[in-house]
């Protein structure tokens, strides 16, 4: 299983950035796709999750409203769209996939948001 992540960035307030995960070895369409967060001296959080119809989304309260996760399941790719950035999305941000009770992650795409 690997996920690689990409498209994460320095960004002012207001601003918009799309994050890419690509997925490789496994079944992607079977799997819900979740992406994480981590800001500095904080733990990892939850952010949003995508069944792998794409037919069901949810988020954590803080972003609802401001993301919107998606996939292509014939890229293998999950998507986070992010607009109306703030200063405390600042995070690296990371692609999860279980499976069998395992969990697998990308390396994390950094995204910074500031004036």
């Known amino acids: 299983v690997q996920l690689v992540e990409s498209g994460g960035g320095l960004v002012q307030p207001g601003g918009s950035l799309r994050l890419s995960c690509v997925a490789s070895g496994f079944t992607f369409s079977r799997y819900a796709m979740r992406w994480y967060r981590q800001a500095p001296g904080k733990e990892r959080e939850w952010v949003a999750v995508i069944s792998g119809a794409g037919d069901y989304t949810d988020y954590v309260d803080s972003v609802k409203g401001r993301f919107t996760i998606t996939r292509n399941n014939a890229k293998n790719t999950v998507y986070l769209q992010m607009n109306s950035l703030k200063p405390e999305d600042t995070a690296v941000y990371s692609c999860?996939?279980?499976?069998?009770?395992?969990?697998?992650w990308g390396q994390g795409t950094q995204v910074t948001v500031s004036s």
């Open positions: 999860n996939v279980v499976i069998l009770s395992s969990g697998y």
